[in-house]
């Protein structure tokens, strides 16, 4: 309980740190971050230490200079049988502030295995979007996989990634996809048809996690900004069964 009301205690001290000259954030970003089993330790680490590099890095600094006011947030997702972690929302403003966001990602611990649930993942960064105190001119989920949606019974109801998709495009958020190929063959297809939603929205494609640190500061840069070219493809903003 103590957890609990210190978390919400951290969370309206960030609200209110937003200009009060502006009702709305200019980018609410969420990272869902897989952590199903085809993640090992070691990869999960390395995703970890790649985010919280990528908001030490001068040019996404940059980006999120240029981007405004920015609401950062993530959510470690796995098997939807079990409760995805979420953490607070983050106030980034002209650049200033990534630094507490960057230490909460490196202190997660991880308690998310199982099947790649990536509907349950992409609907709990949706569930952080839709806080009522939160205003954002343009939402966005940045998630990362590296496998297709598991299809299996389920022991309770789980939110579908069609389910997810929905509820995002009804929603106007955009959510961009990092595949992390490996030897999985066409994966970058699959998340551009199936996952991938909004006019804007696209797919980067890497081949193993030792490109992930590169990547994933190229996606936030594309993401923050979104007049710079990275090496993607554009997907179909329609969910498709």
Same mark, same amino acid.
């Given at each position: 309980?103590?957890?609990?009301? +210190? ?5 309206? %001290?960030?609200? @209110? ?14 990272? @869902? ?14 995703? $970890? ?7 030490? !890095?001068?040019?996404? +600094? ?16 796995? =098997?939807?049988? %079990?409760?995805?972690?979420?953490? !607070? ?11 507490? %966001? ?8 991880? /308690?998310? %295995? ?16 839709? !806080? ?5 001119? $343009? ?43 490996? =030897?999985?063959? !066409? ?11 909004? @006019?804007? @929205? ?14 994933? $500061? /190229?996606?936030?840069?594309?993401? +923050? ?10 997907? $179909? ?5």
């Amino acid at each position: 309980m103590r957890k609990t009301l +210190l978390s919400m205690a951290s969370a309206s %001290f960030l609200f @209110a740190a937003m200009p009060q000259s502006s009702a709305c954030v200019d980018i609410a970003l969420v990272l @869902a971050v897989d952590g199903s089993g085809s993640v090992n330790e070691v990869e999960y680490a390395f995703q $970890k230490f790649a985010i919280a590099s990528a908001f030490r !890095d001068r040019d996404v +600094l940059a980006a999120l200079t240029s981007a405004g006011v920015v609401a950062i947030s993530a959510v470690f997702w796995g =098997d939807g049988e %079990f409760a995805v972690q979420k953490l !607070d929302w983050f106030i980034i403003n002209g650049g200033e502030g990534g630094e507490p %966001f960057a230490r909460e990602i490196e202190g997660n611990q991880r /308690m998310v %295995f199982g099947n790649t649930d990536i509907g349950s993942g992409i609907w709990s960064a949706l569930d952080l979007l839709s !806080d009522p105190r939160l205003c954002a001119t $343009k939402s966005v989920v940045n998630v990362s996989g590296d496998g297709e949606e598991t299809i299996a019974p389920k022991r309770r109801k789980v939110a579908s990634l069609y389910q997810a998709r929905l509820r995002a495009e009804t929603m106007g958020v955009t959510v961009n996809a990092l595949v992390i190929a490996d =030897d999985k063959g !066409d994966l970058a297809s699959y998340y551009s048809n199936r996952v991938i939603v909004g @006019a804007s @929205a696209f797919v980067m494609d890497i081949r193993n996690y030792a490109d992930y640190s590169t990547a994933i $500061k /190229m996606k936030l840069i594309r993401e +923050l900004s979104p007049r710079i070219v990275a090496t993607l493809s554009s997907g $179909k903003s329609r969910p498709t069964e």
